[in-house]
Nanobody, 124 residues
Framework: QVQLVESGGGSVPAGGSLKLSCAAS????????AGWFRQVPGKQREAVAQ???????TYPDSVQGRFTMSLDTAKTTLYLQMDSLTPEDTAIYYC??????????????????WSQGTQVTVTS
């Protein structure tokens, strides 16, 4: 059974930084899409970072230049470095992994495995 175990959430002041981690069991990153998503009340789950099978990362305009996704050399852990945080970044953050997709567009239906989520709160 595949499990994604997420850690690193918490509360930070506006302008601060936070780094999330996502360790996988029963799954190896790098061959298929992996990504980070967030969700707030009244809004659908939103992609904030994706990595394709060729290692290319993509970000939406809302986080471009502030968020950076990476994969460790052992291909066991995903990371999301978040800088220059604002209150609008407050959400539950999830990591995700795909069974089949090698080209990633940030659609939730591209992903089969999900973490339980962690709360990120940015105070003003």
């Amino acid at each position: 059974q595949v499990q994604l175990v997420e850690s690193g959430g918490g509360s930070v002041p506006a302008g601060g930084s936070l780094k999330l981690s996502c360790a996988a069991s029963g799954y190896t990153y790098g061959e298929k899409c992996a990504g980070w998503f967030r969700q707030v009340p009244g809004k659908q789950r939103e992609a904030v970072a994706q990595i394709d099978s060729d290692g290319m990362t993509t970000y939406p305009d809302s986080v471009q230049g502030r968020f950076t996704m990476s994969l460790d050399t052992a291909k066991t852990t995903l990371y999301l470095q978040m800088d220059s945080l604002t209150p609008e970044d407050t959400a539950i953050y999830y990591c995700a992994a795909s069974r089949w997709y090698v080209r990633c567009r940030g659609r939730t239906d591209e992903y089969s495995y999900w973490s339980q989520g962690t709360q990120v709160t940015v105070t003003s």
